[in-house]
């Protein structure tokens, strides 16, 4: 379904294609929720803005992405000079990466694309790839959007907390109201995710996983 996505959309009206990094992301970066050096993750890393972004500020970045023309995309961005992330095609639901390596992750807009039934292999891809107590940004639109544009899947806490539980502990969550309406402005400006309601939250990567209670 992405890789059918990437492959007959024009890239630049992708509705996540950005010049800048996602403002709450960064906003989370500068207080200081993951620190360089990493190694850290960018999962669903999409045309890479954000693992761009995080390896200017000083990340050994690995963006990850399920579709190979988003990888492609990602690696051919004219952004690539100086310090610059690594790519690689990967599914987190069944994932090659190494086992324990990155000390954080971050995840702009990939979970909340999945399905109920795909949530709990999410988060035990995300759980192998993370060094225990590594911090991982997660990013999604609210359950509280109403609005017809966005996502299909607006996810409570509660069903993020379902997800990794045993796995991963909440460390904070915030909300962030829907700011004004998706008009053709805030189309044009590229950052319509971040007009919608949405949740930023870290989570901290457990020790010892643990089964979920029920
Ligand atoms: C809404 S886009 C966000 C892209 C990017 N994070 C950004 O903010 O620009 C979601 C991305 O997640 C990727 N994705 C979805 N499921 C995935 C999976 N199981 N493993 C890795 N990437 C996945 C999609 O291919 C897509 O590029």
């Excluded at 010049?19 to 500068?30: F, G, S």
């Excluded at 200017?56 to 610059?84: C, E, H, K, L, Y």
């Amino acid at each position: 379904m992405w890789d059918r996505l990437y492959g007959q959309h024009s890239l630049e009206k992708l509705p996540w294609a950005r010049q800048d990094p996602y403002p709450p992301l960064a906003r989370a970066v500068r207080d200081g929720w993951i620190a360089p050096p990493g190694p850290i993750l960018d999962v669903g890393c999409g045309l890479g803005t954000n693992s761009y972004w995080l390896a200017s500020q000083g990340f050994r970045t690995t963006g990850i992405d399920v579709a190979a023309g988003a990888i492609a995309a990602a690696r051919s961005d004219p952004r690539a000079r100086g310090r610059n992330p690594t790519f690689r095609v990967d599914d987190i639901l069944d994932s090659a990466l190494p086992t324990g390596r990155y000390r954080g992750a971050v995840d702009v807009g990939c979970f909340h694309t999945l399905p109920p039934r795909l949530r709990r292999g999410f988060a035990s891809g995300l759980c192998r790839a993370l060094a225990p107590g590594a911090a991982y940004l997660l990013f999604w639109v609210a359950r509280e959007e109403t609005g017809a544009w966005g996502p299909p899947h607006r996810l409570s806490v509660g069903e993020v907390a379902d997800a990794f539980e045993g796995m991963f502990r909440f460390r904070r969550v915030e909300y962030r109201p829907r700011q004004g309406r998706i008009t053709r402005t805030v189309m044009r400006s590229r950052r319509p995710l971040a007009t919608l309601a949405g949740y930023s939250a870290v989570l901290v990567r457990r020790d010892e996983p643990q089964p979920p209670r029920r």
